[in-house]
């Protein structure tokens, strides 16, 4: 059990740092990115990065200094910009380019924005749309160019949204939802990453958010333990988001019913 605890971290680990290395990635704070003279939050800033902008990493063979920034843990990493070399926090980095903010309102668009779609949909049914009944469903599967995928399920009061999204963690999987309005009632552009579970109320509506995360173990525990978020409320059908990886992909559910 413990090798496969450590395998299992591991795996979540490299999800957050390898990707960053070498690859090509894009600013995805809103308001850009501070590349800094030091590895250090106080040092002096030097320019800043602009929102969607590609840059790639400086490989320093690790011994990157960690940083947490609205409960994300990081690294400052080194990053060549307007021939000014210096430091930046990793947080705040997509694999792809992030969401056009004037145009994309939700995932579908994001996907769209990001990469074509290969083939026509997959339909698989039972029943008839038009008239359906308790017992029939409708499920519709759209393969993209990047490997993202989108399942679409419909059934009776019931409708959930599926999406895999290859080599996203849960923190830029965060970040990613926080963005995009679709997502607005799950994380607010204030909301932190959320690390516990707990429950709240906003105005009228509770909220519960379930956070798993891998058995401890004072060895081999750490900040990139968090195996799955779940979100659930009620506002007139009840809505349920869940995020967490599956081998190198994020998976983001989003279903609603009464």
Known sequence: MKKVFILSLLIISLSVSAQTTGSPMYVAAKSGLSIREKPDAGAKVLDKIPYGTKITLIDEDGGWVEIVTEGMVGYWRKVKYNNKTGYIVDSYLFPWPPPKLATVKGMKQYLAQVALPVGQKLVTRSGTMKQL?????????????????????????????????????????????????????????????????KKFTKGEIEYEIE??????????????????????????AYIQFEMYIMENQLVIFLSAGV
């Open 133 to 197: 009944t308790e017992s029939g469903w409708e499920l519709s599967k759209q393969l993209y160019k990047n490997g993202a995928e989108h399942h679409l399920f419909l059934a009776y009061e019931y409708g959930s949204d599926i999406y895999f999204l290859p080599g996203f963690t849960l923190q830029q999987g965060f970040l990613l939802c926080r963005l995009i309005p679709e997502f607005k009632e799950i994380f607010g552009e204030k909301d932190e990453f959320p690390t516990a579970s």
């Open 211 to 236: 956070v798993r995360k891998l058995a401890d173990d004072p060895e081999y525990g750490g900040p990139f333990t968090i195996e799955k978020i779940r979100v659930g409320y009620g506002d007139g």
